[in-house]
DNA sequence: AAAAGCAGCAACCGCCGACTT
DNA sequence: TAAGTCGGCGGTTGCTGCTTT
């Protein structure tokens, strides 16, 4: 076979297969804090057990908070239709013209719907137009896991039932989590720091995990679910100690130049030195831009797309950096946010 | 009520091109 | 210029829930 191509992690370490809400908070909670630079190292610097490229599929395509659902609309179905007699497969160019749907979804929507009916439609009657559509029946709701955002705030009374009390809970566990990382964080690596020998990077793995572990628990208790929640289940399956991401100390490569660089004795935040550099960047480009919050919709307003113009796949960086300065967390930190969970959907074990 | 078949869709896989070293 | 890395893309798979028998 050849050399070949690398695997991009290995599969016998990740975990593969559907995100519990365990995972999405996670994720959700990370790139809000410090972006998506890197999605190599993106899943061991969030306590993730995913591949990157995984991680990416599941904010790109379910996560972000500017990903729409719900079903097609004629219209849509229309342009898809319209936009595939010109560009065949390419589903990523497709998806730019529908502002909001990813290219997965159009593909789905394409192979399970609209090219049956086209089928049927040129055999009962080969004049009939191929670009009118029938009235929309298609749903891109998911069966299995369902998205943590919702552009389109659905008006199912599972929904509404939970209402504001649950949306303010779910925001703050998400920030406990984030608070209790970065405490926790801090702490293990001021340990490794006084003594290096008897510490770990997989150690502060292990502890986030305890942290999200407990985080969860006060969401699962706390919150009243029309019926109970199973995060034992989740956390079982997300969580098991045996299956921790061993990161041998020497080879983390960044982590232990950056400990040895001089900036250690001068570091403000001990946070600048977990997450390395490359998070550094992508954290001052979005303070820059303020394109993160709106990405997010955490801060003021968020932009409207333009009509033309899908949210890029690729998020902008945001101006250029300069890596000389010292990184200051406290400076990009999003004041008093507060997350609109309004449209929150749940996971099918809640409801 | 149970089994089989089907439909929908989330997630994975592997290739490709751009970029970096 | 070659080799390596990474993000992105499109094809495909396999799980889940619904419908039919």
Redo the contacts with the bound molecule.
Sequence with gaps: MG??????CD?TQ??????SPSEDLKLIAFIRKYG???????PKQAGLM?????C???W???LRPDVKRGNFTPEEEETIIRLHKD??????????CLPGRT???I???W???LK?RLDVKQSSNPSVDESKPESS???????????FFLNERPNSSKTTTLGNEFNDQVSQSIDKIEQDLDKQVSDELIGIIEDPKESSISSIATSSQNIAYKVEQQLASSLSYPRSYDFDGILEEVDKPNHLYEIPWKSDYDFCKLLDDDSIGSFQSIENIVLGEEIVQDVKAKQGSHDFENELGVVGEIKEPKEDHVL????DAGPEIDHTQIFDLDDMRILEYELDLGYIQLW?SWS
Excluded: M
């Design positions: 050399k070949g191509r690398a695997p991009c599969k990740v975990k593969r297969g559907p995100w998506h630079q890197n999605w190599r190292s993106l995913r591949c990157g490229k995984s990416r599929l599941r790109i395509n379910y560009f065949g497969n390419k589903w990523s160019k497709i998806a730019s290219d997965n979804e593909k789905n929507v192979n399970t719907h049956k029946t298609t749903s891109s709701s998911s069966s299995s896991s369902e998205s890029p796949k690729n998020y099918p």
